[in-house]
């Protein structure tokens, strides 16, 4: 590999790493849901369903229109290959990797279980909801009922007493998630989810860093020390240096300059895994969530990318520069725009809120995001396309999609 890289050239790296150099499936078969998680390492979870829910976009994105029955099949299984942990915030990984975030479990134990915390000042109620899942086995909040589940609101999100003990459970790993009914969790004793050599496999923290390193730099292709902290949220700065270290020193990591990452004012410092390929060429075409692992890290996706991204969920709508949840295009070998999108189920119609171009778009642009859009749209099963008038890339759009409707949206003005 080289030892100093365009900026092109690390985002040829980086998607060649997330799987972005390669064809899409035919037909994706659980062998491609499988292998393509294993690439990434982690499904990171959101609640929001305005289109999909940001789980099952990754696999979208990579290998076009699966069934997402087979994703839930996959995930919620009785004896599952993956297992919710907080891992990248929360997420799904591989079952197996349940010990290399002991650490972390043990590190919230510590910030959530101490002396004078919600948790130690009940645990009464976290006993008593321990027996239950102990006598009757995996359940919702809603099938646990407490005389103080009302009365005593805890601070997180105002959930009762009952969500609160389970949640604080599940932070330390004595419980694990069996399911979800929707998107409503079901909770079980960890035991009774997760195989016994699996629960009792105890990784170092050391060990389990410098393993959790190894693999955000493999995910990443090239990365700085701050991608390879955020991939999985590692805040202790002298053990992920100690571990860069160890691994460059293995081989496993190769020292590198890209030209134009800067840390006060001087080339930032970088490294590219042994694994690492530089492709020629990249040429993909995908509709990303904003929490696919190639833009997740908001910092890494303005150097890669020159992509500035704020989630404006939470934004009062009069301010709201590009809509309510917008989903980078990722084009060629560049993020060239993003489109609001919503899935209509009523009207059966897929509706692009709004669409927005990002610089150095090529001619192509408006074609191949048609075609991502169509997919999309049959993805969801949803028979029909609108496109607003909200944004410089919906006319395009329009033109292109001769198909699709047109429909307005209360628009205002970027205060930037």
Known sequence: MKSTLSIPE?????????????????????????????????????SVNIFARSHYMPLFSRV??????????????????????????????????????????????????????????NRDIVDWVRAELAARGPLRPAQ???????????????????KNALEHLFLFGEVAIAGRR???????????????HILDADVPRADALRELIARAA?????????????YWRITDRPALKAAIGELEDDGVLQPVTVRGWELAGRPAPAWVHADAVLPRRVDASAILTPFDPLVWFRGRAERLFDFEYRIEIYTPEPKRRFGYYSLPVLVGDDVVGRVDLKADRAASTLLVQSAWWEHGRPDDAAA?????????????????ISVSRWGDATDDLADVLPEAARHDVRTFAAQV
Do not use: C, N
């Not at 998107?183 to 009774?192: K, M, P, V």
């Open 64 to 121: 076009g229109a699966y069934d997402p029955a087979a994703l839930d099949r996959l995930l919620f299984a009785r004896r599952p290959p993956y297992v919710e942990s907080w891992a990248h915030v929360a997420s799904f990984i591989p079952v197996g990797d349940w010990g290399l975030f002991g650490f972390r479990r043990e590190d919230l134990r510590r910030k959530y279980g101490r002396g004078g915390s919600w948790y130690a000042e």
């Open 218 to 230: 493999r995910a990443y292709g090239v990365a700085t020390a701050s991608d390879l902290a955020d």
């Open 144 to 162: 646990i009922d407490h005389d103080a589940k009302e009365a005593r609101r805890g601070p997180w999100w105002d959930w009762d007493v009952v």
């Open 10 to 46: 690390a985002r040829r790296i980086a998607l060649a790493a997330q799987g972005f150099a390669r064809p899409r499936p035919a037909v994706a078969s659980a062998r491609h849901l499988r292998s393509t998680i294993e690439r990434m390492g982690v499904l990171q979870i959101d």
């Open 182 to 196: 929707g998107f409503e969790r079901r909770y079980a004793l960890a035991e009774q989810v997760i195989a016994s």
């Open 368 to 384: 191949r995001l048609a075609e991502e859009l169509r997919l999309a749209a049959a993805w969801r099963g949803l028979e029909r």
